[in-house]
């Protein structure tokens, strides 16, 4: 079993990273938030405030690395030189899921990244469906092995679906999470992985006293389309749903507006690929974004370095919209002026 998982997280790196497991036709509807432009913004470049404050911690920018890996040497690398860019630029770590740690103990190490990162914000993961079997205070004690700040617990049932050996069974999930955020120490965040939070699942986690969620909607990488790849390669059977389902999900600006005046502090994952994208999902009501794929896809391409142009990009055409919507800081992006586009308002009128 736990060999298993070993060669689906390596084909997994494989085959995100090469682009093969995107949404083609489902787009993240983020190009339905046209901001307004500001000719006369009177605000200077250098006093933009970006920053934010998130889990405890000052981040540089309203920006993560999105959970994606853990449990190999290739992985334990690529966190380590990830968490350490992470913590140069003074923005957020997702570590990946730390299932494989509870099966094989001996691949903490490669989850630990607070040597390379000690001020920055790490955040933990763990499947919704793998923390239900579990103690609670076993989950407890894979934020404390890490060091994180919060708890991600990954919410995936079409991509469990598609899998031949996935879960079937999602009764109970509800309570867990409502359970975890009671009990563990950290603040824990319920994350899609690319099909999107409805209405309904937002309302069943507030009223567990959930206060967090990543969206992740759809429009970015289709876990579908990458599980459907990954037993194509291996020349398996592909059932014929990995098919039907490969554009199914929520888009993240749909999730995003749906759940945007619920209590919840709400992390924009899903698609997110430049500061644009960026400033739409603020401008919607996230106070973060995750980028996962293209940080993989750079990392692949160019390394460290790689990752860090794309990163500071991202980062510096942030500062850029900022100022050209007249919003001193990130927080203000919420009031700049924007337009919203027929496709968008439809999911915020119908989608609730
Ligand atoms: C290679 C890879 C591995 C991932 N592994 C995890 C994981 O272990 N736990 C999790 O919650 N999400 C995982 N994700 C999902 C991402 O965190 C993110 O929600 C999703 O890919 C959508 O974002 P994107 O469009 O920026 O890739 C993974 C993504 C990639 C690309």
Redesign the pocket.
């Known amino acids: 079993m736990s060999d298993d998982i070993h060669n689906r997280k390596k084909s ?2 494989e085959i ?2 090469s682009e093969r497991g995107r949404f083609a036709r489902t787009t993240t509807l983020l190009d339905e938030v046209t901001l307004v432009h500001q000719g006369l913004p009177e605000l200077s470049l250098d006093e933009i405030d970006t920053s934010i404050e998130l889990f405890g911690r000052r981040l540089s920018a309203p920006l993560m690395i ?4 853990g449990g190999t040497n290739e992985a334990a690398r690529i966190n380590k030189d990830l968490a350490g860019l992470a913590s140069s630029l003074g923005i957020g770590f ?1 570590l ?2 730390q299932r494989i740690m509870v099966e094989r103990p001996e691949t903490e190490s490669s989850f630990q990244v607070r040597d390379v990162a000690p001020n920055a914000l790490i955040v933990g ?1 763990i499947g919704v469906v793998q923390a239900r079997a579990m103690d609670p205070v076993q989950v407890s004690r894979l934020v404390d092995a890490v060091g994180a700040d919060a708890m ?1 617990v ?1 919410v995936n049932p079409a991509h469990e679906l598609i899998q031949a050996d996935g879960d079937r069974d999602f009764r109970g999930c509800v309570d867990t999470t409502g359970e975890l955020a009671s009990i563990l120490p950290v603040p824990v965040i319920v ?4 099909c999107g939070l409805s209405r309904q699942a937002a309302e069943a986690l507030v009223g567990r006293g959930v206060l967090h969620v ?1 969206v ?1 909607g759809a429009g ?2 289709s ?1 579908v389309k990458v599980e459907k790849e990954r037993q194509t390669a291996q020349g398996k059977h592909t059932e014929k749903i990995g098919d039907v389902l490969g554009e199914w999900g929520i888009p993240t600006a749909a999730s995003l507006s749906l759940l945007s005046d619920l209590p919840l502090t709400m992390i924009a ?4 690929r430049d500061g644009l994208d960026m400033a739409r999902a603020v401008s919607l009501g996230a106070t973060a974004c ?5 940080v ?1 896809a750079a990392y692949r391409d160019g390394g460290v370095a790689g990752v860090r142009s794309l990163l500071e990009e991202m980062i510096g055409a942030f500062r850029a919209i900022c100022l050209l919507t007249g919003s001193a800081n990130s927080g203000a992006l919420r009031d700049a002026t924007r337009i919203i586009g027929p496709n968008l308002e439809r999911w915020r009128l119908q989608g609730r």
Do not use: F, R
Request: net charge negative; with cysteine; glycine share 24%.
């Open positions: 997994h790196i995100a990273s999105g959970a994606m890996t997702c990946g899921s993961n991600a990954h994350k899609e992985t690319g990543e992740g970015g990488t876990w994952g899903g698609g997110i995750a980028v996962a794929q293209p993989l």
